[in-house]
């Protein structure tokens, strides 16, 4: 089975400041997805990014970035100028189909205050 | 445009009560799938469908069941409710699979007495 680990169950950032949620991932599997995804206090789950695992340019959003590091297993997020809409959990996911599995996993989550 | 639909918004349940969760999109989409939330434990996969009359099991199946007889639809069904199912549940689907961006609906908060 696939895993995802997130490291910082908590983290907070100043208004405008950049900060980097990590994620990292176990699998033996070569093509694979990654993702991020994005909770506010309103409950309702949004994707903030996505990345193809036989791509090496690193997938960009507005003032969302990912390093994508396959060697080491690592996926982590970058969020430059932090706004307070920020404000939220973020849940990084994994995905891999194989032997007929088509399961979309996620890690435990980082909850990201940003502070006016 | 409605997405994907969930209701109920809330329920509660006294143990051994059964329900069933629905959950409906209106965008064709093949691939959906059923998880739970609870505190420090992110999203657990419940049971997915990769098409209508296709289902299979994820991490935490047991204590629900799903069916699949139309595109549109996925419910959930609690058989004998525990307070182990206390939990948020979320429904979401995509075009043709996990490798695609998942479309949630808003959840349904149960709570198990």
């Known amino acids: 089975a696939q895993t995802v680990t997130q490291s910082q169950p908590e983290m907070s950032v100043q208004e405008a400041e950049t900060v980097t949620l990590s994620c990292t991932y176990d699998t033996s599997e070569n093509n694979y997805y990654l993702f991020w995804y994005k909770q506010p206090p309103s409950r309702q789950m949004i994707l903030v990014i996505r990345?193809?695992?036989?791509?090496?340019q690193n997938a960009t959003e507005n003032r969302f970035s990912v390093n994508f590091q396959k060697a080491a297993k690592s996926f982590s997020l970058k969020i430059s100028d932090s706004q307070l809409g920020d404000t939220a959990m973020y849940f990084c996911a994994f995905f891999y189909s194989g032997a007929g599995s088509y399961q979309l996993t996620f890690g435990k989550g980082t909850k990201l205050s940003v502070i006016p | 445009n409605a997405g994907v639909t969930q209701t109920p918004k809330f329920q509660v349940l006294k143990t051994g009560q059964s329900m069933t969760l629905q959950c409906a999109q209106d965008m064709n989409h093949e691939y959906m799938s059923w998880y739970r939330q609870d505190p420090g434990m992110g999203l657990r996969l419940i049971h997915y469908?990769?098409?209508?009359?296709?289902?299979d099991q994820g991490e935490v199946p047991n204590g629900y069941n799903v069916s699949r007889s139309t595109t549109e639809d996925f419910p959930l069904r609690l058989l004998s409710a525990a307070p182990s199912q206390t939990s948020v549940y979320f429904c979401a689907s995509s075009r043709t699979g996990g490798h695609q961006p998942q479309h949630f609906g808003d959840g349904t908060r149960l709570s198990i007495l």
């Open positions: 469908s990769v098409g209508a009359g296709i289902t």
């Open positions: 990345q193809e695992a036989y791509k090496q």
